[in-house]
């Protein structure tokens, strides 16, 4: 779901941005279309990437707001690279391509950075275990706890807590 919710923003962005550029709504759609494709199979490495990455999660909040702007920066490199690309081949004018880009660096990490604090709020796709002493026992020996109405046991108390991505 949120990768069709960016999908969605992120496609109508360039189809804005490259139609400005372009004049022409002919390689905008090409372009804003053609990267449905593509950035969809990028987002998704991205995000599998950034899942196993601790830096500014916090457990049972969600992501710290140095956290989302470091990963909008992150995939907006991917993703700025895929859209020169793309233009490039639709429109054959390198400058067009860089253009198209370069506006997109802004426009892009703007809207990304709205749309991980909008996702942060949600639990979906994720819970938390406890862990009685250490976090090394066998998975079937976790202690399973929903996040809402679960007050999580601290470090302090000997546990440790997990997020496990699912």
Do not use: C
């Not at 009685?132 to 109405?149: E, I, K, M």
């Amino acid at each position: 779901m949120k990768g069709v919710s960016w999908r969605v923003t992120g496609t109508i962005d360039t189809m804005v941005v490259a139609y400005f550029v372009t004049g022409n709504i002919s390689n905008a759609v090409k372009i804003g279309l053609t990267e449905v494709l593509t950035k969809i199979f990028l987002y998704y490495l991205h995000e599998r990437l950034w899942n196993v990455i601790k830096f500014g999660r916090i457990q049972g909040v969600g992501p710290t707001h140095a956290r989302s702007l470091v990963k909008g920066i992150s995939w907006r490199a991917v993703g700025t690279m895929d859209t020169m690309i793309v233009a490039y081949f639709i429109t054959g004018i390198p400058l067009n391509a860089l253009k198209i880009g370069g506006f997109e660096v802004f426009t892009k990490i703007g809207l990304y950075y709205v749309h991980e604090r909008i996702w942060g709020k949600f639990k979906w796709g994720r819970e938390f275990i406890a862990t009685p002493f250490d976090g090394d026992a066998p998975l079937d020996q976790h202690v399973r706890v929903q996040t809402d109405n679960v007050t999580v046991p601290s470090p302090k108390e000997s546990n440790t807590v997990k997020e496990v991505i699912r």
